[in-house]
């Protein structure tokens, strides 16, 4: 198999070889001697040497000598630049530096008779054309005539060198000269062209037909072995082929994902290996896919048992929610109800309705059945409060309100209930409070009416006080009284419900104990805080710093 | 007696009430007659419906939660009937759940009272309401 593979790539070659030289045999080599300057050369060639280029197939070979390497490499690069259209037909050049006077035939003397002639003309050619140009710039300049091989001249006149407005004889000579010399290279081109056509065999001495002989002995040799190569493979191919073929389909059954394929390991050798590599990839690959699998399984499983689990924790919240919303509902309507029927029948007897005796004793026990059925009716609205805050069913309302208009509200009506148990009551103002706040006025009042009646209620002797500060970004209710204090030990639970300082105030002073859990709650629903400070026997203040919540500015399309 | 209103405010008014609760029933029936009206009552809407044809009343308290047919089943006979489309029904009630007063309107009351009940409140909601209706307005004797 190597061997083929040998066999075929050295056929190539020969081939590649053996059709170079042919295009070499009809290529147009220029030898150019160093007795010339290089830059009268390339002037000379961009101009005039065109139409013989264009005689033939391509430029092969630019020789150009001369001693100074870097000058003629500067000025091969200028030429080049200039003359693209020129260069796109040379397709080997090279530059190569020769020594004054040495004959550039030499450096082709391997080549053929027919090449050698043709060099020799193109150096004829050269000369002649070169010299020709020379010694018309050297007319123009001087207006002196130099001989036609006076090319050495040249070499230090070229500084000079302009293009002639005018030519003189001489020059039309040497024109002629020119001429002549290029017909005679035309037609030695030709005859080289003709003979290397018509009569091969006669240059079966050269030395190009030798190597083309070589050449089509080496191919000869390739393509012999690439048959014997492709006959071998032929018959090998089925060896071969069929392993590659199965490994194929196992592997397409595979990707098709039917796991149950495995390559056929019966095989010797590399392809024995290779199918053995497959088969533990393959084992592999499953393997981990079923763990995978399993994982995913497990996890889907998982996932599901959450899902169901967060689902019935959802479904029994959401009932407890409507338990409690129905409990609440109907724990409000049954006890309205009874209370109904006190406050109604009580309100009749008072209006000595449906021929009711009325007398002064009954007027002190109906007063006493309305203290009782209000402090209830109060139970029941604070029960109802805490129950909705709790339960998350508080919905506060957004509604602008003017805090100075309510503190006076407040302190209308703290402002009598303090009257009523002998006390004196004040009440401050901030001035700098926003005209409006957004909130829940009803709230708010809650909290403010709480802690007033408080204020009042442990307070015998003395002041209650109502402030409304502005404080930053806040406002503040302030209650504070000269009442009896609240122990320190105490200010911790006050705020908790159904507590109070403790049994014997209880028995006292009444109350649900649920008042300032109302007041916290609903603070902290307002996205505000309760705070208290107190001296036993002295009194207690209490401050409610809640969140100013300013209108928005009204737009003008509003 | 509510000082600023005359006894005989209701006089000639036939009005019937409806209320599973007696003793609901009680306290609005003695106001009412305290004022003069011509009193009807019922325990549950079915009830009700039938005095309510029969009397053909100006006015008809009624209670929501009931048992057999409750306010709401009530207030919708009513309202197919159209010969009874000027009678003033004003639904009465404990339920002091947000969103009640609001339903009670939109299912055809024309008014909406609160349990707990006083003379004072009772008769100041109503006689508030009853002066907001034109024609029945002119029926009170004030």
């Known amino acids: ?558 | 007696m509510m000082q600023n209103l005359p006894g005989d405010l209701l006089a000639g008014w036939d009005i019937v009430v409806i209320d599973d609760e007696e003793d609901s029933l009680e306290v609005a029936s003695v106001i009412l007659d305290a004022y003069g009206a011509n009193v009807h009552c019922a325990s549950d809407g079915k009830e009700g419906l039938e005095v309510i044809r029969s009397i053909r009343p100006r006015l008809v308290i009624s209670d929501l939660s009931m048992p057999v047919m409750d306010g709401w089943g009530l207030i919708y006979e009513l309202r197919q009937d159209t010969t009874l489309h000027s009678t003033q029904i004003i639904a009465l009630t404990a339920h002091a759940m947000p969103g009640d007063a609001q339903r009670a309107l939109e299912s055809g009351f024309n008014n909406y009272l609160t349990k707990p009940l006083t003379v004072e409140t009772f008769m100041e909601n109503l006689v508030n309401l009853l002066l907001a209706t034109p024609m029945l307005a002119d029926l009170l004797n004030i």
Do not use: C
């Open chain 1, 1 to 558: 198999m190597i061997g083929g593979v040998t066999a075929l790539l050295i056929g190539i070659i020969g081939l590649v070889a053996f059709f170079s030289l042919q295009q070499f045999n009809r290529s147009f080599s220029v030898m150019i001697d160093n007795t010339v300057p290089t830059d009268q050369v390339l002037r000379t060639l961009r101009g005039d040497a065109q139409d013989i280029l264009a005689s033939a197939d391509q430029l092969a070979l630019l020789i150009v000598s001369g001693t100074d390497t870097d000058q003629i490499d500067g000025e091969y690069e200028d030429f080049k630049n200039a003359e693209s259209n020129l260069l796109a037909d040379v397709q080997q050049l090279a530059i190569i530096p020769l020594a004054p006077g040495e004959p550039a035939s030499e450096l082709v003397a391997p080549v053929g008779a027919g090449v050698q002639r043709l060099i020799s003309a193109a150096n004829a050619f050269v000369d002649g054309f070169a010299t020709a140009h020379l010694l018309s710039l050297t007319d123009a300049g001087a207006s002196s005539s130099a001989s036609p091989d006076n090319s050495t001249a040249g070499a230090s006149a070229d500084s000079s060198a302009e293009t002639p407005s005018v030519l003189p004889q001489s020059l039309r000579d040497l024109q002629l000269n020119f001429e002549q010399v290029e017909t005679e290279f035309l037609s030695e081109l030709d005859e080289f062209v003709s003979v290397e056509a018509d009569e091969s065999l006669q240059f079966q001495t050269d030395s190009v037909a030798a190597l083309q002989n070589a050449i089509l002995a080496i191919f000869g040799v390739a393509a012999v072995s690439l048959v014997v190569s492709i006959l071998g493979a032929v018959v090998g191919s089925r060896q071969i082929s069929r392993p590659i073929v199965a490994l194929i389909e196992v592997a397409q059954k595979l990707t098709r994902g039917d796991y149950s394929q495995r390559a056929d390991v019966s095989s010797f050798g590399e392809f024995g290996t290779l199918s053995r590599a497959f088969n533990t990839m393959t084992d592999t690959v499953l393997s981990r896919q079923q763990e995978l699998s399993q994982l995913n399984a497990t996890l889907e499983k998982r996932v599901r048992e959450r899902t169901r689990e967060a689902e019935a924790a959802r479904r029994v919240a959401e009932e407890n929610n409507r338990l409690k919303s129905e409990f609440l509902a109907t724990m409000s309507h049954e006890l309205r109800t009874p209370l109904n029927a006190i406050e109604g029948f009580t309100s009749i007897i008072r209006n000595h309705m449906g021929g009711t005796e009325y007398n002064a004793s009954t007027a002190r026990y109906v007063d006493r059945i309305e203290a009782n059925s209000k402090r209830l009716l109060q139970l029941i609205n604070d029960f109802l409060d805490i129950s909705r805050i709790e339960s998350g069913r508080l919905q506060l309302a957004h509604s602008p309100f003017s805090p100075t208009e309510l503190g006076r509200r407040w302190a209308d009506l703290a402002g009598g209930l303090a009257e009523k148990s002998g006390l004196g009551f004040e009440v401050s103002l901030d001035p700098s409070l926003p005209e409006s706040i957004v909130g829940d006025e009803e709230a708010v009042s809650k909290i403010a009416i709480n802690l007033l009646g408080n204020a009042v209620k442990f307070t015998e002797k003395g002041n209650v006080e109502l402030a409304l500060k502005a404080s930053g970004d806040n406002w503040q209710i302030v209650v504070s009284d000269t009442g009896i204090g609240i122990p320190p030990h105490a200010r911790e639970f006050i705020f908790d419900e159904f507590r109070q300082v403790d049994q014997t105030s209880k028995r006292k002073f009444g109350g649900t104990g649920l008042g300032l859990a109302i007041v916290q709650k609903m603070a902290r629903a307002m996205g505000g805080t309760v705070t208290v400070e107190s001296e036993v026997g002295h009194g207690s203040t209490f401050t409610v710093t809640l969140p100013i919540v300013l209108e928005e500015p009204i737009t003008a399309s509003a």
